[in-house]
């Protein structure tokens, strides 16, 4: 028996930075054959950039060239056909495509601009996916519903400890399960700091460690001070637990307090620090906290090599450990493709 030939999946970009390009780096490769095994040839016919202009072509970008343009610090718009790019929001409004992929940078507490990206593709009909957590964690519940009244998919596994299934996990996983709970180490920069720390450098320098190796940022306050985590944090329990909570009303504490000596008297008790991210139902509420604890050596939370590591507890299945290795704009990448996979076994299924 013959297989129908793939049908057209046209991806618009928004965001064209660290993930965007990888991914787009990949697409004719390994990720493009994964789709058209789905049923779904990609192309891409939409990217917006901040800085380095903004294209649309219906037959289809030429990516390598889009990238090497970018890559050499020049503009999108030599690709552009039809009128000039407004803004982001113009792009999504116009783009023919099927998908809006959304990589804009994350603002921890907007969430924008994420949010009306998403919120004027769903409007019009196309899927979302982000890799980008501000939406998820500020307006998860409105633009599921939003996709769900127009018949398209709201997907952002990549939100949370990269492509490492979670959202995915849980869905297609775990039926009927509910999840009741959940606790995780969720920022790596401060994992790394209190493990520098541990191995005895000072916060400084197990700092700079971090930094050098790419994982923390040259402005580290928002992993440092725990937003980072309250936000992927309410990523989760809005996602999974159906909550509705906003990174403001997490109870925060980071571990910028934090020094040699109280890692040492953990030690001593038989425990390490780490900045822990916890949610709880709570009747009909769900409670988000992040702070410094105490985790005992040989908890499953405690584990050489992490990047991030999440257990969830659940009504039907008990506990599930998800363990990520080390994470970054590779896995980050896959999450867009995993997503894209259930759109197109979704099409495929309709
Ligand atoms: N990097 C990772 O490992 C990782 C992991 C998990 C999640 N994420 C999330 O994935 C998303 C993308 O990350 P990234 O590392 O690719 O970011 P990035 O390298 O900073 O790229 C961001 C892209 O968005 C464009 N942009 C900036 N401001 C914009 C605006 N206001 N409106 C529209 N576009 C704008 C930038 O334009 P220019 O090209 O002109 O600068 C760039 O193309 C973020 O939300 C991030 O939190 C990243």
Redesign the pocket.
């Known amino acids: 028996m013959s297989r129908a030939a793939p049908r057209p999946l046209r991806l618009a970009l928004?965001?064209?930075?660290?993930?965007?390009?990888?991914f787009a780096e990949l697409l004719p490769g390994p990720y493009g054959r994964a789709l058209r095994a789905e049923g779904a040839a990609p192309v891409v016919t939409a990217i917006?950039?901040?800085?380095?202009g903004a294209a649309i072509d219906p037959r289809g970008l030429p990516l390598r060239r889009a990238l090497r343009l970018?890559r050499a610090g020049g503009s999108l718009d030599a690709l552009h056909r039809g009128p000039p790019v407004a803004?982001?929001l113009d792009l999504v409004r116009r783009a023919p495509a099927d998908v809006l992929v959304?990589?804009?940078?994350?603002a921890p507490t907007t969430g924008e601009?994420?949010i009306s990206?998403a919120r004027a593709a769903l409007g019009r009909g196309l899927h979302v996916v982000?890799?980008?957590?501000?939406p998820v964690a500020h307006a998860r519940a409105r633009l599921a519903r939003l996709a769900a009244r127009n018949g398209v998919r709201f997907l952002h596994e990549?939100?949370v400890l990269?492509g490492t299934p979670v959202f995915n996990l849980v869905e297609r996983c775990l039926p009927g399960a509910r999840i009741l709970g959940f606790r995780g180490l969720l920022n790596s920069t401060t994992t790394r700091v209190l493990a520098g720390m541990e191995a005895g450098a000072s916060f400084e320098a197990a700092l700079a460690d971090a930094q050098r190796a790419g994982v923390a940022e040259a402005d580290p306050r928002h992993d440092l001070e725990g937003w980072d985590a309250a936000v992927k944090a309410c990523a989760l329990a809005n996602a999974l637990m159906g909550a509705d909570v906003r990174p403001a009303a997490v109870e925060r504490r980071g571990i910028t307090g934090l020094g040699p000596e109280d890692v040492r008297a953990a030690r001593g008790r038989g425990a390490v620090l780490r900045l822990v991210a916890r949610a709880r139902r709570d009747g009909r509420a769900v409670r988000v906290s992040v702070g410094p604890e105490e985790v005992a050596d040989g908890d499953v939370l405690v584990s050489r090599g992490a990047d991030g590591v999440l257990v969830l507890e659940t009504d039907l299945m008990r506990e599930i450990g998800i363990w990520e290795g080390a994470?970054?704009?590779d896995?980050?990448a896959y999450?867009i493709l995993s997503d894209l996979v259930a759109i197109a076994r979704g099409r495929r299924r309709r």
């Open positions: 928004a965001g064209f930075g660290n993930v965007g390009r990888t917006f950039t901040n800085r380095h970018v803004s982001a959304e990589l804009t940078p994350l601009p994420a990206l982000t890799a980008n957590k501000g990549g939100a990269d994470g970054g704009v896995q980050t999450a």
